[in-house]
């Protein structure tokens, strides 16, 4: 049972968070801040345990909208406790807003300590992340969800990372992370393209089920493509280093998933195919990053 919890948590998604605060952190190197290893550390913790508080509340959601049952989407490569009748939905009620308040509890402690726009930045992630799942007018439900990730993971996450880090703000972080805020909104959509076809029996409106399948293809593809332009062009600006042009790497797994795309033959583990994507291209951009440090 503990296994199964800990899997239904969607651990492989912790990476994703921690590539986007480790990101922002390094970044703060490059540009010289003073960074404060305390609070950049308890702000990763905080993002993690916050992501698993909307991970469990999304499988709630998802339960009660009937969007999760057996043998459809991600039953079929994970655990779903409450499809499984593992839990029942005040447990995973009680296990998401736990985690929602030690993440509280850490954000308190770094505005606390000389960073209070935390608390502002903590709050806009937990709201968008309360309302990406509740039922019926949750953003998942109503075509929205894309846009929310957006903004969680690319704008408030990395800016926040960024400040509880450093205890300021800088515009070039700002547009720093828009990359990894689209290469991780492309893992949703990956994920709804992917059940265009049991969420509109299930009568939820995603940004899949509105566009249908080829359009909802061209904007996972530029997603999917658009950051390594964008973080080209970046580098050309000198937001960031000559050394982060090694992020054009991603280009070839990319290419790979713009072929299935492309194909119309959708896999069932498209979206953790598409995380790929995000772990590479962050492991890539920080590896430039630290390098950049070195070479100063």
Same mark, same amino acid.
Do not use: C
């Given at each position: 049972?503990?296994?199964?919890?800990?899997?239904?948590?969607?651990?492989?998604? @912790?990476?994703?968070?921690?590539?986007?605060?480790?990101?922002?952190?390094?970044?703060?190197?490059?540009?010289?801040?003073?960074?404060?290893?305390?609070?950049?550390?308890? *702000?990763?913790?905080? %993002?993690?345990?916050?992501? %698993? $508080? !909307?991970?469990?509340?999304?499988?709630?959601?998802?339960?009660?909208?009937?969007?999760?049952? !057996?043998?459809?989407?991600?039953?079929?490569?994970?655990?779903?406790?409450?499809?499984?009748?593992?839990?029942?939905?005040?447990?995973?009620?009680?296990?998401?807003?736990?985690?929602? /308040?030690?993440?509280?509890?850490?954000?308190?402690?770094?505005?606390?300590?000389?960073?209070?726009?935390?608390?502002?930045?903590?709050?806009?992630?937990?709201?968008?992340?309360?309302?990406?799942?509740?039922?019926?007018?949750? @953003?998942?439900?109503? /075509?929205?969800?894309?846009?929310?990730?957006?903004?969680?993971?690319?704008?408030?996450?990395?800016?926040?990372? $960024?400040?509880?880090?450093?205890?300021?703000?800088?515009?070039?972080?700002?547009?720093?992370?828009?990359?990894?805020?689209?290469?991780? #909104?492309?893992?949703?959509?990956?994920?709804?393209? &992917?059940?265009?076809? #049991?969420?509109?029996?299930?009568?939820?409106?995603?940004?899949?089920?509105?566009?249908?399948?080829?359009?909802?293809?061209?904007?996972?593809?530029?997603?999917?493509?658009?950051?390594?332009?964008?973080?080209? /062009?970046?580098? *050309?600006? &000198?937001?960031?280093?000559?050394?982060?042009?090694?992020?054009?790497?991603?280009?070839?797994?990319?290419?790979?998933?713009? &072929?299935?795309?492309?194909?119309?033959?959708?896999?069932?583990?498209?979206?953790?195919? #598409?995380?790929?994507?995000?772990?590479?291209?962050?492991?890539?951009?920080?590896?430039?990053?630290?390098?950049?440090?070195?070479?100063?």
């Amino acid at each position: 049972m503990i296994a199964k919890i800990l899997l239904s948590v969607r651990p492989w998604s @912790f990476t994703m968070i921690a590539g986007v605060v480790i990101s922002a952190i390094t970044l703060a190197f490059y540009y010289g801040y003073p960074v404060d290893i305390t609070l950049a550390l308890l *702000a990763l913790v905080g %993002a993690v345990l916050l992501q %698993a $508080f !909307v991970n469990w509340f999304n499988d709630y959601g998802d339960y009660v909208m009937g969007v999760d049952r !057996v043998g459809v989407g991600t039953t079929i490569y994970r655990p779903h406790l409450l499809v499984e009748g593992a839990l029942g939905t005040r447990q995973i009620l009680v296990l998401s807003f736990s985690s929602a /308040a030690i993440s509280i509890a850490i954000g308190l402690y770094i505005a606390f300590n000389g960073r209070p726009l935390v608390i502002p930045i903590g709050v806009a992630g937990f709201l968008l992340g309360l309302l990406y799942s509740i039922p019926r007018v949750g @953003f998942k439900y109503n /075509a929205l969800g894309e846009l929310a990730v957006f903004l969680a993971f690319g704008p408030l996450m990395f800016l926040g990372s $960024f400040y509880a880090a450093t205890g300021l703000l800088d515009l070039r972080a700002l547009i720093a992370s828009a990359p990894l805020g689209m290469l991780i #909104t492309a893992v949703l959509l990956a994920n709804n393209i &992917r059940d265009i076809e #049991t969420d509109s029996r299930s009568g939820i409106k995603t940004l899949a089920t509105t566009l249908g399948l080829k359009r909802s293809t061209i904007v996972y593809l530029t997603l999917l493509l658009g950051p390594i332009a964008y973080t080209l /062009a970046l580098v *050309a600006l &000198r937001v960031l280093p000559v050394t982060s042009a090694i992020t054009v790497l991603v280009l070839s797994l990319a290419i790979k998933l713009t &072929r299935i795309s492309l194909s119309g033959r959708i896999p069932a583990d498209f979206d953790p195919m #598409t995380a790929r994507v995000v772990l590479l291209y962050s492991m890539l951009l920080i590896a430039s990053l630290l390098v950049a440090v070195l070479l100063k």
